[in-house]
């Protein structure tokens, strides 16, 4: 489950670093930046739900020091 969060995470942070070469780097008509923004919250959303459902499985426990 870390390794997959660890992943997941990874792909947000190459996301947003994509979407700022584009918009430093394209015209102001391009859609790339649009995009590559549009799958970071993708990406943000999905690991969201995937962390509720893990709690909610067990397979993720609260650290309460």
């Not at 792909?11 to 549009?38: E, H, K, Q």
């Not at 969201?48 to 893990?54: A, E, M, R």
């Amino acid at each position: 489950m870390k390794l997959v969060v660890i992943l997941i995470l990874l792909g947000i942070v190459g996301s947003l670093g994509s979407a700022l070469v584009y918009l430093f780097r394209d015209d102001n008509d391009s859609r790339r930046t649009v995009r590559a923004l549009t799958w970071r919250v993708s990406l943000s959303v999905g690991l969201f739900i995937l962390l509720l459902v893990g709690y909610w499985l067990g397979l993720i426990q609260p650290r309460i020091a």
